[in-house]
Nanobody, 125 residues
Framework: QVQLQESGSGLVEPSQTLSLTCAVS??????????WNWIRQPPGKGLEWMGV???????YYNPSLKSRISISRDTSQNQFFLRLNSVTPEDTAVYYC?????????????????WGQGTQVTVSS
């Protein structure tokens, strides 16, 4: 059974870079046709799709974040990564990594997708 686990800095200063890792077990991140997404939920708000890296390494980003976001992977470690530059307090959220069958460029339905437990990131000085 696939499992995803987020890790990274829980506290980031404004203007710095947020970096998170999603460690995947039970499935290879290179298997067709799965996609590996980053989703976040700010306090009191809904889920936001941030971006995705597909099984073949192609990446797609939410246009609202495109200038600040980067998603990459390490296939040897079966991990994928999120980097978000120039953070502000508005980037404070719980961040999730999610596996989905296919590439849909939106928040995956809970049914049929696999979610990490989420990790809290706070942007504050």
């Amino acid at each position: 059974q696939v499992q995803l686990q987020e890790s990274g800095s829980g506290l980031v200063e404004p203007s710095q870079t947020l970096s998170l890792t999603c460690a995947v077990s039970g499935a290879s991140i290179t298997v067709s046709y799965y996609s590996w997404n980053w989703i976040r939920q700010p306090p009191g708000k809904g889920l936001e799709w941030m971006g995705v890296i597909a099984y073949d390494g192609s990446t797609y980003y939410n246009p609202s974040l495109k200038s600040r976001i980067s998603i990459s992977r390490d296939t040897s470690q079966n991990q994928f990564f999120l980097r978000l530059n120039s953070v502000t307090p508005e980037d404070t959220a719980v961040y999730y990594c999610v596996r989905e069958d296919g590439i849909r460029l939106r928040v995956p339905d809970r049914k049929g997708s696999n979610w990490g437990q989420g990790t809290q990131v706070t942007v504050s000085s």
